[in-house]
């Protein structure tokens, strides 16, 4: 069972940056895929997430987007409008608890590695 997160970068305030989560290992069609992130010294705090429809924190809504391509196995978060505030390590993660959409951390049993977003000012 596999998580590899990547797209993670060093972008300017405002930038766009798209981050990609390949799943292996599991039947990716039948999971909530989620989206966290953690800044340093910080809680890891819920993105978003998906299983039929879409949920975000309301911290991205309108600037972050979540998609999964199930006959890739891969999960997608485009990130635009980015603030420095957005700066964290982003996870991918997979849980069969549908109730997982609602960004509890404890629902997932399956993380990636994660990947870094530096957003400058």
């Known amino acids: 069972v596999q998580l590899q997160a990547s797209g993670g970068g060093v972008v300017q305030a405002g930038d766009s940056l798209k981050l990609s989560c390949v799943a292996s290992?599991?039947?990716?069609?039948?999971?909530?895929m989620g989206w966290f992130r953690q800044a340093p010294g910080q809680e890891r705090d819920f993105v978003g997430a998906t299983y039929g429809q879409t949920y975000y924190a309301d911290s991205v809504k309108g600037r972050f987007t979540i998609a999964r391509d199930n006959a890739k196995n891969i999960l997608y978060l485009e990130m635009n409008s980015l603030k420095p505030e957005d700066t964290a390590v982003y996870y991918c993660a997979a849980s069969l608890d549908p109730r997982a959409v609602s960004g509890s951390t404890r629902r997932y049993n399956k993380w990636g590695q994660g990947t870094l977003v530096t957003v400058s000012s």
């Open positions: 290992g599991f039947q990716f069609n039948r999971y909530v």
